[in-house]
């Protein structure tokens, strides 16, 4: 073997094992807004299942979701910021718990579509860029699906009217609803939510449906208002330096993985849904149906305050995003 071939050889062989060593495992810290115990983070458990599973068959041992925990890692409104300077990688969260520095977010609670259909549409990409631009961070999709904000109280109602007044606790995102139906909303972290509904610090509290049995709120829930409003948005986002890092055969497995998780979890939300409701009948906990004329002024009062919020913060996104999500 000449001297050149040698070294043509010896080059091939450095050239290979540096490509081995970029394909080493690549891995992503990630973190859910929520406590692993509680349903929502079932929807990302999911997800990784999914991702594990898919990398397995394909690529082995080049990706790995590592789930460092909730929110007794970071709480839960600085996740998002946690990812944008990189302290973590990957964030399952809530529209709700960033919306003050990504208010388009908001839309995707007040969304006629499937996470799936949003994708089609062209809804994520737009949210993409914003979400590089103010957050440093790539817009996965979303991850939740089918459990509308429910009103939940411990005082008797009828109708409408009996709701003006009373003190209901709630995330941000529901600030401007409670107050259009003359409510006072509180907003308060959901640790806390039992002791204020004990002490009648507030008279009943917003969640979405289905999920109050992880809390024990059911224990002090006596009526449930019907019907519920806006669409849960529990969304994946991703440092952006972190995603850059994937091949891009890994970011599309990961993309694919996240429509399939969100399938799950429309299906699990519709399930959760009624058993929450059969279970709770049983404990005697009431479900009030509000007359067709009173559910109409409830939603329209729900979609149109938080539409104003999103417009008046984003006066050339917000319009579009509209447009996007309304069938």
């Given at each position: 073997m000449s001297r050149a071939l040698r070294i043509l050889l010896a080059g091939a062989i450095v050239l290979s094992l540096a490509s081995m060593v970029e394909a080493k495992t690549v891995t992503v810290k990630a973190v859910t807004a929520w406590p692993k115990s509680v349903w929502e983070v079932g929807n990302f458990i999911k997800f990784m299942e999914i991702v594990k599973e898919r990398v397995a068959q394909k690529y082995p041992g080049q990706l790995e979701i590592q789930y460092a925990g909730g929110p007794e890692v970071i709480p839960n409104?600085?996740?998002?910021?946690?990812?944008?300077?990189?302290?973590?990688?990957?964030?399952?969260?809530?529209?709700?718990?960033?919306?003050?520095?990504?208010?388009?977010?908001?839309?995707?609670?007040?969304?006629?579509l499937d996470g799936w259909e949003e994708r089609a549409k062209g809804v994520n990409a737009l949210l993409d860029k914003i979400h590089q631009e103010k957050v440093n961070c790539v817009y996965l999709g979303r991850l939740g699906h089918n459990l509308p904000f429910t009103i939940y109280l411990t005082k008797p109602v009828k109708g409408l009217d009996d709701l003006k007044g009373l003190?209901?606790?709630?995330?941000?995102?529901?600030i401007g609803f409670?107050?259009?139906?003359?409510?006072?909303?509180?907003?308060?972290?959901?640790?806390?939510?039992?002791?204020?509904l004990e002490r009648g610090v507030v008279d009943g509290f917003t969640w979405p449906a289905g999920l109050i049995k992880?809390?024990?709120?059911?224990?002090?829930?006596?009526y449930?208002?019907?019907?519920?409003?806006?669409?849960?948005?529990?969304?994946?986002?991703?440092?952006?330096?972190?995603?850059?890092e994937?091949?891009?055969?890994?970011?599309?497995?990961?993309?694919?993985?996240?429509?399939?998780?969100?399938?799950s979890a429309k299906q699990r939300a519709l399930d959760l849904i009624k058993n929450e409701k059969e279970a709770l009948q049983k404990m005697g906990v009431k479900?009030?149906?509000?007359?067709?004329?009173?559910?109409?002024?409830?939603?329209?009062?729900?979609?149109?305050?938080?539409?104003?919020?999103?417009?008046?913060?984003?006066p050339v996104n917000g319009p579009k995003l509209k447009e996007m999500v309304t069938k």
């Open positions: 409104q600085e996740q998002v910021e946690a990812a944008r300077m990189g302290v973590v990688d990957m964030v399952f969260t809530t529209d709700g718990y960033y919306v003050s520095a990504v208010p388009e977010v908001n839309a995707l609670s007040v969304s006629m003190k209901i606790r709630c995330s941000p995102t529901l409670l107050k259009k139906i003359g409510a006072n909303p509180v907003v308060i972290p959901p640790p806390e939510v039992y002791t204020a992880d809390w024990g709120w059911e224990k002090v829930t006596k449930v208002v019907q019907p519920g409003v806006y669409n849960g948005a529990n969304v994946l986002v991703m440092n952006k330096k972190k995603w850059d994937i091949p891009g055969d890994l970011q599309k497995l990961l993309i694919d993985a996240e429509d399939e998780a969100a399938r479900y009030v149906e509000l007359p067709p004329a009173e559910a109409k002024k409830l939603t329209d009062a729900a979609y149109s305050a938080l539409w104003d919020v999103i417009i008046e913060k984003s």
